[in-house]
């Protein structure tokens, strides 16, 4: 409606001009000369007349109509009102005055800037809720220019009609989601090429592009799934590896880190599981609107092998990937992208960066998200001061009565999910997460030796906090120590040593029944002895 508002003044403007009338005193036999002006100028005819002096009367100006790429925007602008028309304003009796056609267009309009509505609007704009408006951005148009490139055929378009077509249906599809951050792009020219997002201080969002080449028939590995899962057309590839990283580049700008986060940090998990579910999110929503948007058959299969590939490898892996998409899988079930937008509200950017993903109190809050955004967050409710005190007794300090009693509350909230998390990632040897070490020389062979044992006191602090978390303890060791190649999960190495001693002595305080100790104390001597 704004940008409608110039051409409704104008109409104002000529439908109020007036001619005006000029008596002169009739010439005799006039001649008429008129200048050969370009169409387009103020040209004056000149009236000749022998008996009166000549008189020049400016013609009124011309009708300029501009090229039609005088017209063209980079980017059209599609601007939603913000309520339709009344009934008295769809049908006027007569044309509104200026002042009414001024009104009326910023009655139609959405809220102004920030910055014209003062300090308050400001802060507005800054929080989430502001951010992601899910009203549709200029960049949603954009894909009516760019799936003509994408119509041609099966190799990926240049690199910024890449970023045009991944932005553009991001705008288009999930609009609550988007936001136009600036990026540099780039196909990473490098020895080993591969995809993947960076953001420093000084030079903002890059985002590269393995420009990987295309065989006979147009097509190229999926980087989605497991090597050799899929292949697909290089459009679709291209397209959706930009997407994703540009999914990374909505979570940065979101919560604003300061600095770059470590690769061991929760802040990695947690940015890839964003980034994953919005992949997801939008190849589902892509295949819904396929026939709209213009993709064809061999389009939407190639995205739903992308996604079908994704969901293989995410369910074999047991990494950073599959551990973050948990908590925003979970958020999406129980309240779709209006649900994720409230976790990422939520996150803070230093708290992701500063816990590592080893930390016992985040494995054990993974599985439940409004239990992990109180752990991550930045509001110091009941919740975050539990879960930070149970990080503290697993690190082997002692709590006071009350932190004691809100470490357990915050046990009790994470429910059995949570403790089996726990007691894989502390207990068995594939599951646990390695902090990364500084490297050792190779002839100190002893240092590796005096590398302290990883500490199983997280789960034993859980049963001591909570009696049908030791319960659930024991029923697991004793299934564990049962399953064909479960001791040496469990104990890594035969005979006694530091790990076995420590399970061994923390199992002792722990709630058995009678079937589930007799599991356990057979199965752990035939362990000792070397039958097992």
Do not use: C
């Not at 989605?224 to 700008?253: C, N, T, W």
């Not at 990695?268 to 929503?285: D, P």
């Not at 937008?341 to 803070?348: K, R």
């Not at 894989?424 to 590796?448: C, F, H, M």
Request: aromatic content about 6%; proline content about 9%; glycine content about 6%.
């Amino acid at each position: 409606m704004r940008r409608l508002l110039p051409v409704l003044l104008l109409s104002s403007a000529v439908l109020g001009a007036r001619a005006a009338v000029i008596d002169v005193a009739p010439p005799a036999a006039p001649s008429i000369i008129m200048p050969a002006a370009p169409f387009g100028q103020n040209s004056a005819p000149l009236i000749a007349s022998p008996s009166a002096p000549s008189l020049t009367i400016p013609a009124p100006p011309a009708l300029i109509i501009p090229a039609a790429q005088v017209l063209q925007a980079p980017a059209p602008a599609i601007i939603v009102a913000a309520r339709p028309l009344t009934e008295a304003e769809a049908a006027p009796e007569k044309l509104p005055s200026q002042g009414g056609l001024k009104k009326l267009a910023e009655s139609l309009a959405p809220s102004r800037d920030a910055a014209e509505e003062g300090p308050s609007a400001a802060e507005r704009a800054r929080s989430l809720d502001s951010s992601f408006d899910g009203k549709l951005a200029p960049e949603a148009s954009a894909w009516d220019d760019a799936s003509g490139h994408f119509a041609r055929g099966p190799l990926a378009p240049n690199l910024p009609t890449v970023e045009t077509a991944a932005r553009s249906l991001i705008a288009r599809l999930l609009p609550q989601l988007y936001r136009r951050v600036p990026i540099l792009a780039a196909y990473d020219r490098s020895e080993h090429p591969s995809t993947g997002h960076t953001w420093t201080p000084e030079k903002g969002h890059l985002i590269e592009i393995a420009p990987v080449h295309a065989d006979s028939r147009g097509e190229v590995p999926s980087a989605f799934g497991a090597p050799g899962a899929a292949r697909v057309q290089q459009k679709i590839e291209h397209l959706m590896e930009f997407a994703h990283e540009y999914f990374h580049v909505l979570f940065d700008s979101a919560v604003r880190p300061k600095v770059n986060h470590p690769a061991h940090s929760v802040y990695s998990a947690m940015t890839e599981g964003f980034a994953v579910s919005g992949e997801q999110i939008l190849v589902e929503r892509l295949l819904d609107h396929a026939p709209d948007l213009g993709l064809g058959p061999r389009d939407a299969m190639d995205l739903a092998a992308v996604s079908r590939a994704r969901r293989q490898w995410l369910d074999t892996e047991d990494n950073h990937y599959s551990e973050g998409v948990q908590s925003w899988r979970k958020a999406y079930e129980e309240g779709g992208v209006k649900g994720m937008i409230a976790f990422l509200s939520s996150l803070s950017a230093q708290r992701m960066i500063a816990v590592p993903r080893s930390d016992a109190a985040y494995q054990l809050a993974l599985g439940d998200h409004k239990l992990l955004a109180a752990y991550l967050g930045r509001d110091q409710s009941p919740t975050r001061r539990g879960l930070d005190s149970f990080a503290k007794a697993a690190h082997g300090e002692k709590l006071t009565d009350e932190e004691t009693r809100e470490a357990s509350a915050a046990v009790e909230l994470a429910g059995p999910e949570g403790w089996r998390r726990l007691f894989d990632r502390t207990l068995l040897s594939d599951k646990r997460i390695q902090e990364p070490k500084a490297k050792v020389a190779a002839g100190n062979w002893w240092e590796k030796k005096a590398e302290p044992m990883a500490s199983v006191e997280p789960v034993f602090v859980l049963a001591r906090l909570s009696p049908a978390a030791g319960a659930e303890l024991s029923r697991y060791l004793a299934g564990m120590i049962s399953t064909p190649g479960g001791a040496a999960r469990l104990f890594e190495r035969p005979g006694p040593n530091e790990k076995t001693n420590a399970i061994i002595a923390g199992a002792e305080s722990l709630p058995w029944d009678e079937a589930a100790r007799k599991t356990w104390n057979d199965g752990l001597t035939r362990w000792l002895i070397g039958t097992n």
